[in-house]
């Protein structure tokens, strides 16, 4: 009787210790992995926090508003030329995150996109204007709208970070954090960025109207 039990009881519980090994396994790769995330957020904001990070940011962002000044014409409205600023602040985000990011390369494959579509309608002649006869076209109502409409509060929640963050539209709750923590950090060292520059511009047009209204007259 215990050499058959001796025996059995090796076949029975071969099957549990494979199960409790691959779970062991499973949590090893899962702490390992949130290891990983929590040293590459904590290398990011340290990245974004840095002085130098932040003067490379400014040099930059310096060249692009120049560029924008000269490509857009005094005559254009300033939501326009507003519109335009804010495009290349984030252009010169993105290029200083040097694609590591997901949302970085979002907002570079968008501008390569929106550049696309002016040259296809600058190409495409417009079409002929439509008669009277052709019917009216109703408002189409999405279907992700009426899905989310049901969904639980957290998952609306983690929807509208989604589509806040770009580039993670459709991530898993995890990217979605992880690139979330990146780009707020990045956002800070670009408010950061530009209310410096602000005042030095600021400081340098009232230092200029000061030495010109202290000058003699000729």
């Known amino acids: 009787m215990?050499?058959?039990s001796l025996i059995s009881n090796p076949v029975t519980?071969?099957?549990d210790r494979v199960r409790d090994s691959s779970r062991r396994k499973k949590k090893k790769k899962v702490q390992a992995s949130k290891h990983d995330l929590n040293q590459q957020a904590g290398q990011s904001h340290a990245r974004w926090k840095s002085q130098a990070q932040q003067q490379i940011y400014s040099s930059k962002l310096l060249q692009a508003l120049s560029?924008?000044?000269i490509s857009t014409p005094p005559t254009d409205?300033?939501?326009r030329r507003g519109r335009a600023v804010r495009e290349?602040?984030?252009r010169v985000l993105?290029?200083?995150?040097k694609g590591r990011t997901r949302w970085s390369r979002a907002i570079l494959t968008n501008r390569l996109k929106l550049k696309f579509r002016k040259h296809k309608k600058q190409r495409v002649p417009a079409p002929a204007a439509a008669t009277g006869s052709s019917r009216s076209r109703k408002p189409r109502v999405s279907v992700f709208r009426l899905k989310g409409k049901n969904l639980p509060a957290v998952q609306r929640k983690v929807r509208v970070l989604g589509r806040l963050v770009p580039g993670c539209r459709k991530q898993p709750l995890p990217v979605i954090l992880e690139e979330a923590t990146d780009y707020i950090a990045?956002?800070?060292m670009q408010v950061r960025a530009m209310s410096a520059l602000a005042d030095l511009l600021s400081g340098s047009t009232s230092g200029a109207?000061?030495?010109s209204s202290s000058a003699p007259p000729t």
Do not use: F
Request: glycine letters at 0%; aromatic letters at 4%.
């Open 77 to 79: 409205p300033p939501p």
């Open 88 to 90: 290349a602040a984030y």
């Open 94 to 97: 993105a290029v200083a995150a």
């Open 2 to 4: 215990t050499s058959s």
């Open 13 to 15: 519980n071969h099957p």
């Open 186 to 188: 990045a956002l800070e």
């Open 209 to 211: 109207s000061s030495s």
């Open 67 to 69: 560029h924008v000044t």
